[in-house]
Structure formats: C-alpha cells, structure tokens
C-alpha cells in the first residue's frame, strides 16, 4: 500500500470540520453539563438551510453565511437556555434534558429525511484549487481551517480574559460561586447557547461548501463532538481543535484502508474506550 | 384480572380466529411486550437509559436469518439468535457496566450505531443495506405462538425480578450506588447479570422476527425508530413498574397504528415525541402517575 499525502491532507480538513463543530458543542456542555443530543442534527439541518438558500432563494454565499449564523446564533438566544438550564440545576431535570434532546433529534432526522430525502451539497462556490508540489489545496477548505484555528483562539481568549467566559468555566465548574457573585445565569446560559449554535451554524455553512450532506449524520456527528469534547477537553477550545484534527486524520486514515463507510466506527470505538476509562478515573 | 383475560384470549384465539391484520397486531404488540418488559430489567429496576437494548433486538434478527440462509431449522435459528445476544452481553459487559446515567446511555447507543455500521458494511455476511431475505415455513402462526410464550416467559421473569433479593438489590443500585455497595450490594455483578438477563428475551424476540417478515434489514433490526420504540414504551408507561412498560407499549402501538391507518408514517417523529412528551410531562410516565396511589 502506499501512501498518499492528500490523505493526510483530507483528514486535516475534514478534522478541522468536526473541531469546528464541537467548538460550539463544547460551549454547550459546558453551560448545561449536559450532552446535547440534538447538536448534530441541527449541524445537519444547517448544511442542508444553507444549500438551501442558496439553490431557491437565490442568496449569494456571504449572505447566506450572515443569515446561517444569525439564525444559529437566534435559536440559541431564544430557545436553548430553557432546557440548557432546567437540564443543569438538578440531577432529575438531566433526564429530562436528555429525552427531550434526543426527542429533538429524531424529530429533525424525521424532518430533514422528508425535506431532503437525498443527500446533497450546495457546491456553488468550488474556485479552481491551488496546486502546491503537486497536492491540491481546495480553497473552501484552507478557509475552513483557517476559521477553524481563529474561532478556537477566540473561544481561548473569551473564556479567560473575557467576564462572561470566565463565568462560564466557574459554572462549569460548580453553579454555586457563580450565583453567589451575583452573575445572571439566565443571560451566562442565553450566551453561551447563542454562540455555541453560531458557531454550530458557522462550521454547518463549510460542511455544505466543501462535502456531501446526509441527514443521517446528525446522531454520528453528536458522538463525534462528544468524544472531542472529553479528549481535547471540555471548555479547552485548541485542545477541542486538536482532537478533531488527530479524529479527521483517524477517520481518513481508516476509510482510507478498509473503506469510507467505516470512518465513523472510530468514533464509536473511541466512546466505547473512553468511556470506562473515564468512569474509573473519576472512581464512579 | 382484565389483564389476564385478555392474555387468556389471546392465547385461545390464535392467529387464524385475529385474521390477518389482527394477528399482525397482536404479534406486534407481543414482540414490543417482551422488548419493553426485558428493557425494564435494566432500564427500569435498573435506573438507566439503555438505549442500545434494541442492538440485542437486531443481533438475533440476524444471526436467525444467517442461520436460516444456512439451513438451520426455526427452533435452531432462534436459539442461537439467544445465544448471540448473550455473548454480546457478556462481551460488552467491562464497557457498559462500570458507566452509570449518561455515559452509560451514550455509550449503549453507540453500540446500537456499531452494530448498524457493522451490518451495513459487511455485505459479503448480512447483503449490506438490501439486507437477508429468508424462507422458512416456519410462518406466522407458529412464530405467534412462539412469541407468546416469550413474552410470557419475560412478564413471568419480569416479576419474578421484583420480589427477589436481585431486584430489591438491582432498585438499591439504581436509588444510590455507594449506599448499596457499603451495605454490601455487589453493584456491579448486579448490574451485568441485569444486562444479561434483559439482553436474551430480546436477542431472542428478535430471533422470531425475521419468519413473519421473511427479511431482515440494517433499518428493520437497527434503526433508531424499532431500537428506541421499547424505550419511549418504557418511559410512557411507567419504568421500574408492573403496568408500565406494557401500557406504554398499548399505547405507542396504539399511536402508531392510528397514523399508519391514516397514511401518516412519522414513525421516527413519534418516537422522537413521545421522548419529549416523557422528559417534559411524564418524568415517572403513564402508569406512574395513575397508579401511584394504587402502588
């Protein structure tokens, strides 16, 4: 066998995808110390808004990105820290968060398989790829590394030098200082879910650009996220990135010798492995 | 007493008195009854949300079918379709039984997504996404009486469960694992063999699956909507509890069919629904809130 470096190079992007995308889940966690189960579908849901927009309505690809974003961004604001925060306070409401999210996912699934029964890709803006030492470097996905590195270095500074953030890893921490500060956890929890989804509809908008969409995704995706959320570690933003590069390189690796289709199994296995050595570390 | 009788009329009247649709009602309701009964032991007494119960559901649906394809005899397929689950049990048992609450969930449903992956995948064995097709003349009748006696046999289990030492000691793990274990409760071999126990009813419900339908495939033995149906039932109705899990079934069956009837096939909409209607309404479900004065 012999190998090939746009191997390597595709396992960077596509890793830079999946970092991306569990930068905004990572927030999430974060502020409700719950796993969001829908998360991946609404990452599905968004690719698929995006082709969208720009396939019916006839948006050009910066204005579809504003609007993916500010309606991430919207649905976090308005909707999530309801059940972000019902779900954190006690340990019964964490049943209750995790039925109704993953209720939510299959209901998107459900929804997107009828709105769009075929995968698809928006694929209009494909410029010609710059061509280093003959390796092909696809525009859109230099663009989604670069923002990639950027969102992962802003969500550093923002959870440390940033009031807001630094109260977001306090809460994470343990809700009962953050309270006795005087922090408002209603609008800690209305930020931390309004950027988690925008950022979850910003790494959306390059899967639609740069790979084919599946509404079936949605579940495997959540499960990535999660495993990059417990490697790179929770509310460490570059750690997060680090692992979805080291998961994208796995993964291409992995179709690249047994076949495409079994890349998720990585990270199935990787949960399945994690898991119980996390569960006798923390000796529960 | 109602319940009895209508267990008793089922056995009486057989398939050929329901008629077609009605036998396939029955043995539906039937099949969920065992899938939701055998969920309960770990998922209610237990106290978790084992949401990869239905993977065990979809290992014997296939080993009967590859058995049958082999040329096994029905009672053959069926057994080894139990004897698989039970080995996936024991072989998953160091992964899933240390985890408690949504690790452990987590990692139940990514064993229902291997599974899936794996079927998928390796055509050669399971004919990948197109799936088996069998056949047996092994038909309805006999497989709904078969099923019968599973489901009996996992309702006499069931509340076997509940007055033993095991369940008492099954409900003390999930009420407060350190407590149990300090009072002397091995909380984890109690947990496995709780696994194990709702694992083979399961494994061998779907063992029984593939002869009525006389195919099996990926989204028949692995998708989200069959593997989560006995969950949603569970929750509906009530874990932990005598009525509970059989009424969630009635009921999701129920919703089901209603839709279906009407032309409406949001099968995977309705389980997500009813897991938000249990999350946010029914926290002990149906048959909690009914008869929680009755006990």
Not at chain 1, 98 to 110: D, I, N, P, R, S
Not at chain 2, 12 to 25: E, V
Not at chain 2, 126 to 146: D, K, L, N, P
């Amino acid at each position: 066998m012999t190998f090939d470096p746009q191997i390597l190079l595709g396992g960077l992007f596509l890793g830079s995808l999946y970092g991306t995308a569990a930068l905004g889940f990572q927030l999430l966690l974060g502020a409700a110390g719950r796993v969001h189960l829908a998360y991946g579908h609404l990452w599905v849901a968004g690719a698929l808004g995006l082709s969208t927009l720009m396939a019916r309505c006839d948006l050009p690809l910066s204005a579809s990105f504003a609007v993916l974003v500010a309606a991430g961004g919207l649905a976090g604001w308005l909707f999530h820290p309801g059940v972000l925060f019902r779900g954190a306070l006690t340990e019964e409401r964490a049943r209750s968060f995790f039925l109704v999210t993953l209720g939510a996912a299959l209901m998107l699934e459900e929804a997107g398989a009828r709105l769009w029964p075929l995968p698809g890709s928006a694929l209009v803006w494909a410029p010609p790829p710059l061509v280093v030492a003959g390796v092909a470097l696809p525009p859109a996905k230099l663009a989604l590394v670069g923002t990639g590195i950027c969102v992962a270095a802003g969500f550093h500074i923002y959870l440390r030098r940033n009031r807001w953030g630094r109260a977001l890893v306090a809460w994470n921490r343990g809700a009962a200082p953050v309270w006795f500060v005087g922090v408002d956890t209603g609008l800690l929890g209305r930020r931390a879910a309004a950027l988690g989804l925008s950022v979850c509809a910003l790494s959306s908008a390059f899967l639609a650009l740069s790979y084919t969409v599946s509404v079936r995704e949605g579940m495997a995706m959540t499960v990535r996220c999660l495993v990059l959320a417990v490697l790179g570690g929770t509310l460490s933003p570059l750690g997060v990135l680090g692992a979805g590069v080291g998961l994208g390189i796995g993964e291409s690796l992995v179709g690249h010798v047994l076949g495409l289709r079994w890349g998720p199994a990585l990270g199935y296995v990787g949960l399945l492995g994690i898991l119980p050595v996390l569960a006798r570390r923390s000796g529960r | 007493m109602l319940p009895s009788a209508a267990g008793a009329a089922l056995v009486l009247l057989g398939p050929d008195w329901l008629g077609g649709y009605g036998a396939m009602i029955a043995w539906t309701l039937l099949l969920q009854g065992t899938l939701a009964l055998s969920y309960d032991i770990l998922g209610g007494y237990g106290g978790e949300l084992h949401l990869g119960h239905g993977a065990f559901f979809g290992i014997g649906a296939y080993t009967a079918a590859l058995a049958v394809s082999a040329g096994a005899p029905w009672w053959a397929a069926a057994g080894a379709a139990g004897a698989a689950g039970g080995a996936a049990a024991l072989l998953l048992w160091p992964f899933l039984v240390p985890l408690r609450g949504v690790p452990f969930a987590l990692a139940s449903l990514a064993v229902l997504l291997l599974c899936g992956l794996f079927v998928r995948n390796l055509n050669a064995l399971t004919g990948g996404a197109a799936g088996i097709s069998i056949s047996s003349s092994f038909g309805m009748e006999g497989t709904y009486r078969c099923t019968l006696v599973l489901f009996a046999a996992t309702l006499w289990m069931h509340e076997g469960i509940r007055e033993s030492a095991f369940g008492r000691a099954l409900l003390a793990s999930a009420a407060d694992r350190e407590a149990a274990a300090s009072s002397g409760v091995p909380t984890n071999e109690i947990r496995g063999k709780a696994l194990l126990w709702g694992t083979v009813p399961a494994a061998l419900a779907g063992g029984l699956y593939p002869f009525p339908m006389a195919y099996v495939s990926p989204q028949s033995a692995f998708g989200l909507e069959v593997a989560l149906t006995p969950v949603v039932a569970v929750l509906l109705g009530g874990p932990a509890s005598r009525w509970g899990p059989l009424t969630g079934v009635v009921l999701y069956v129920g919703i089901q069919e209603w839709l279906w009837t009407r032309g409406w096939e949001f099968s995977l909409a309705v389980v997500g629904g009813g897991l938000m209607a249990a999350g946010l309404f029914l926290p002990r479900g149906l048959a909690g809130r009914l008869f929680s004065s009755r006990g």
